[in-house]
């Protein structure tokens, strides 16, 4: 598949502004392997953010809860829920914590249509039959 392609992650309304939302994916890898790929997308405005939800310290989800990802005193800042490391919104840079320095990894999104989407990457899509479904 193309890495060009744009894929439907949501709807804008779906996540409210100065607020941030956890997706569970499947990307294809090299040699055509798949595997989990959890992202967090954030909206502020009409502007969306994406990382890849797993903090650089020791790679545990940043959510401390279920969608619960910005700092809560302000909300301004994604926040590891495992150390407290406090992530830059805008970069992904960590600004605070034990991986003082260190970035999240980027997800490219964009707005289409109304529709978070995401780019430069493969996923599995929910109509693919996986291998061991071809024969039950």
Known sequence: MERNVAYVICELNDIPSRRARGFHLMRVGEGGTRRPWPIVVVRWGKQVLGYVNKCPHNEVPLDWERNQFLDPNNGTRLMCGKHGALFDLADGLCVD????????????????DGDICLSGVTLVEDDEVLPDEEDA
């Open 97 to 112: 914590g034990p991986c003082m320095g260190q970035r999240l990894e980027p997800v490219l999104l964009r707005v289409i």
